[in-house]
């Protein structure tokens, strides 16, 4: 692979949907899409860089991101065990969040696309026009 600020990674898409992948090494970064979908995965590394979309569909061991975590593309987290994000947490396209227990969402989170919060506790609790106040940064719709 060639390198990318000294950090193991590749410009094209990492397909690992439906194995058995439980961890990433540190300081990877994958130029197109990670697709990480139907799997036991319970962290990203640290600093992950994704330049496309990130798909952790139905990752129910995932609980938490990182905080250097940088998505280029959309991000996929329907039926994760996700209960918050990083604070100034960003992603250049959609993020979906539909069937997660996330609980909040934090300060200073921008999204370059639409928020979808489907079936989870947020959704339950607050209007539209109230996710919107909490979080301006996103650029999308928000869908409940």
């Known amino acids: 692979f060639p390198s990318h600020d000294n950090k193991g990674g590749g410009k ?16 990877l970064w ?9 799997t036991p995965i319970q962290s990203l590394p ?13 990752c129910k061991n995932l609980k938490s991101l990182s905080p250097g975590l940088k998505v280029g593309g959309d991000l996929f987290l329907d039926d994760t065990s ?6 100034g947490f960003k992603v250049k396209g959609h993020l979906l969040l ?5 609980q909040s969402l934090p300060d200073g989170l921008e999204v370059g696309g639409s928020l979808f919060l489907y079936g989870t506790p947020i959704s339950k609790k607050y209007t ?6 909490m979080v301006p940064g996103v650029k ?5």
Do not use: A, C, F, M
Request: no cysteine; net charge negative.
């Open 30 to 38: 994958v130029g197109g899409h990670l697709l990480l979908n139907n």
């Open 128 to 133: 539209k026009e109230e996710i919107r106040k």
């Open 46 to 58: 640290d600093n992950l860089e994704v330049g496309g979309s990130l798909g952790l569909y139905n």
């Open 12 to 27: 094209g898409d990492l397909d690992l949907n439906n194995t058995p992948t439980q961890s990433l090494p540190d300081g």
């Open 140 to 144: 999308g719709n928000i869908y409940l």
């Open 82 to 87: 996700i209960q918050s994000l990083p604070p």
């Open 98 to 102: 539909n069937n997660t227990p996330i």
